[in-house]
């Protein structure tokens, strides 16, 4: 199965602004993506509940998985996102 | 028709409109037995979505950024695939619809709890998505502040910090509580807003819906039954009141030139934009003309950011607050955190009486670090912004304990060195705290809590809770009698220092700074400037003598 591990790059970590814009991205790409703090348990992407459970601050690194067509895409994506300080980019838009 | 009903006046100032309950979370009733899974399925769903699309029409409307992203976060978590997956679960296991939503908010609550920090924050928002879904299933009327769509008058049982922080003081008029006392959430929130407030006002619950009342917030009346013509004149005159009071500038003085400082609580930078600016526009705190800040709350900076303190973030808020203070005058209190008011990211064990366990300075028994970054923080901020902070402990109860967080910040650096007074022990020896310390600083919400034995929150004991009781005013007499002996400041920065009545009691005891939030300045001002130094002192002998509180207001209030 495809994965893709990336650092949390937002200064709130996987939280608020960030968290939100992550698990609406993951919902939009049409295909089931998991993501899973470490070896622990995997939780869907689309859960903004599992997705604030993890608890991952920023720094934290964070594993994506995904099955089916266009899953190596997706997950570029959504790694992409991560990688970026969601929480300046909030303070540039506001 | 016309009916008068009393409770506690909180909040000076009148008002007039209708009445409107705020309705509580709603109750579930016993489980119900041979649950038939898929309509119940279907019902809890579909009020899940009723509740997100509530939650998302609320955002669109909400005045700030902050809160409409925290309601529109709120609506996405109302309609989140995990919640709605629990949900079948329990239908699955054989529950009905309002116990199926309300077990599966607290599952997903636990889980946010256990990643702690700031996403332990997230948990209140489970709550009110479980007492609105379930007040959907139910047909109960939905909890939370209502919106007739024109200004009212709130009535609630009690009011809760999160029922209140988007409450729109343009809006809601005046707070009447059933329950409640002198120190309860509303009416530190009524005095922050300046909004007539009457708490512990039996029979105010009842008052139907729609109902024209008028508020007199000095005396603790409201009056039913009024005509709406009579409502709009009594509108009139409190807006013309107002309008005088914000123009009124200063510093604190009594009518023959005594000096009380007067200063302002907060709990950000953000507090202090109008009283700086000095621009009066007529209403709310603009242009409040105060003397500097007397009681600098920091962990409202923490609460407010969701954040765990870091070193640098402390620096830069505490700078901010230096260099905006009205004269550069700032007295900073240390984290006043602990199991009564929880931050997750101290890790602090629940305790069975979190009102007598670890909080306050005690905090730093068990996380030490804590204390000394936020001192570092401090002395740091104080360095950037040459300013010479005044630094305070919250809960101090001995001498030793005085002498060691003294210790602590003179290490950093630190000057100006005092205690919050809010235990009985540190009143009875505030001569010997003063030999340790420069200042002292009374707060009398706490010093009533734990001198009178009663939950600051408890409505049935709001009498014993009264400010004007005279078993606290001797403690606060003593204080001041010690300050005054060793030649140091000793102020008031509890609610009782916002009575402008009080104040001047107060000012006859000694005590020499009176902090309190912006709205009450200019009221407190007035009352000073209208007695003389003698007068108060003859009105501290007279309160001091009443044996119940009703009867020292009595005795004290002007013809």
Known sequence: MPERTVVIASSSGLHARPAKIFVQAAAKQGIPIRIRVGDGKSVPANSMLAVLALGAVRGTEVTLNAEGPGADEALAALAELLSRDLDAEETVDG | ?559
């Open chain 2, 1 to 559: 028709m016309a009916e008068t009903l009393r409770g506690l006046g909180v909040s000076p100032g009148r008002a007039a409109g209708r009445v409107y309950r705020m309705a509580g979370p709603p109750l579930l009733p016993a489980p119900a037995q041979a649950v038939d899974a898929e309509p119940a399925l279907s019902e809890a769903l579909s009020a899940l979505r009723a509740t997100a699309a509530e939650l998302a029409a609320r955002a669109e409307k909400a005045p700030d950024t902050t809160s409409r992203e925290i309601l529109e976060a709120q609506s996405f978590i109302a309609d989140d695939p995990g919640l709605h997956e629990s949900v079948e679960e329990n239908i699955g296991a054989g529950m009905d619809a309002a116990h199926a939503i309300d077990a599966a908010c607290a599952h997903h609550r636990r889980a946010l709890l256990e990643a702690g920090g700031y996403f332990a924050e997230r948990a209140a928002d489970l709550d009110d998505i479980r007492n609105r879904a379930v007040a959907v299933v139910l047909g109960l009327p939905m909890p939370g502040v209502p919106d007739p769509g024109h200004p009212f008058i709130l009535v609630a049982d009690d009011l809760a910090p999160a029922d209140t922080v988007n409450l729109d003081p343009s809006v809601v008029l005046a707070l009447l509580t059933e329950k409640g006392g002198p120190t309860s959430h509303t009416a530190i929130l009524a005095r922050a807003r300046g909004l007539p407030a009457v708490v512990a006002c039996r029979g105010v619950i009842g008052v139907g819906d729609g109902t024209w009342v008028s508020v007199d917030g000095a005396r603790g009346e409201v009056e039913t039954g009024i005509g709406e013509e009579a409502a709009a004149e009594i509108q009139r005159q409190a807006s013309a009141d107002r309008r005088r009071s914000a123009t009124s500038r200063g510093p604190g003085r009594t009518s023959d030139d005594h000096p009380v400082k007067l200063l302002l609580n907060i709990g950000s930078v953000d507090d202090l934009g109008p009283a700086v600016t000095g621009s009066p526009s007529g209403e709310g705190p603009a242009g409040v003309d105060a003397e500097g800040v007397g009681l600098f709350r920091t962990e409202f900076l923490f609460l407010d950011r969701r954040e765990a303190p870091g070193y640098e973030e402390q620096v830069a808020a505490y700078e901010a607050v230096f260099r905006a203070a009205p004269g550069g005058h700032v007295v900073i209190r240390t984290l006043d955190a602990g199991t009564d008011k929880p931050l997750p990211f101290l890790g602090l064990p629940e305790e069975p009486n979190p009102a007598l366990g670890i909080r306050g300075l005690r905090v730093s028994r068990v996380r030490p670090e804590v204390l000394d970054t936020q001192l570092d923080a401090i002395a740091e901020a104080a360095r950037a912004a040459g300013a010479q902070p005044w630094v305070m402990a919250p809960m101090v109860t001995t001498v030793s304990e005085a002498a060691d967080f003294a210790g602590r910040a003179r290490a950093r650096g630190i000057t100006h060195v005092g205690a919050m007074v809010e235990v009985p022990a540190a009143a009875l020896r505030a001569g010997r705290l003063l030999n340790e310390l420069d200042f002292l600083s009374i707060g009398t919400n706490d010093l009533s809590q734990y001198t009178f034995a009663s939950d600051r929150q408890h409505g049935e004991l709001a009498d014993l809770l009264d400010p004007w009781q005279a078993a606290l005013l001797q403690l606060i007499a003593d204080c001041a009698a010690a300050g005054q002996a060793a030649g140091k400041p000793v102020g008031v920065c509890g609610e009782a220092a916002a009575d402008p009545l009080l104040a001047t009691v107060l000012v006859g005891l000694g005590v020499t700074s009176l902090s309190m939030s912006a709205p009450s300045i200019a009221p407190v001002r007035d009352s000073l400037a209208a007695h003389s130094l003698a007068r108060c002192r003859d009105n501290a002998r007279v309160a001091l003598g009443a044996d119940d509180p009703l009867q020292a207001r009595k005795l004290v209030l002007p013809d």
